[in-house]
């Protein structure tokens, strides 16, 4: 059974930065697609970031595009999301998701319906 465990969430002032960082207990993690999503309260899962199995290719959410990083360390199994100048509204509980791709290292999935794995979720507060 994979695994996927996020950490890293917390209570930030808004234009603070956190770092979350998303472990999968598969060592051939590194052929999966990944991404982050996060879930306000009373609001539908949408993606935040994705990163496909290479690390090549990434997609932002647009409220995200120059506040957000996602990177990955397949070495160590281990995909990142620095995030900076945070806003009350990116208050959410984020997830990490991931799901196996088979040759294909540039491919980036969007979709909740696209993945596999999922983590349990780690709690962002920003305070205004």
């Known amino acids: 059974q994979v695994r996927v465990i996020e950490s890293g969430g917390g209570l930030v002032q808004a234009g603070g930065s956190l770092r979350l960082s998303c472990a999968v207990s598969d060592r051939t993690s590194s052929t999966y697609t990944m991404a982050w999503f996060r879930q306000a309260l009373g609001k539908e899962r949408e993606v935040v970031a994705a990163i496909s199995s290479s690390g090549e290719i990434t997609y932002y959410a647009d409220s995200n595009k120059g506040r957000f990083t996602i990177s990955r360390d397949n070495a160590e199994n281990l995909m990142y999301l620095e995030m900076s100048s945070l806003k009350p509204e990116d208050t959410a509980v984020y997830f990490c998701?991931?799901?196996?791709?088979?040759?294909?290292?540039?491919?980036?999935?969007?979709?909740?319906?696209?993945?596999?794995?999922w983590g349990q979720g780690t709690q962002v507060t920003v305070s205004s």
């Open positions: 998701a991931a799901t196996p791709v088979l040759d294909a290292p540039t491919y980036i999935f969007k979709r909740l319906d696209d993945y596999y794995y």
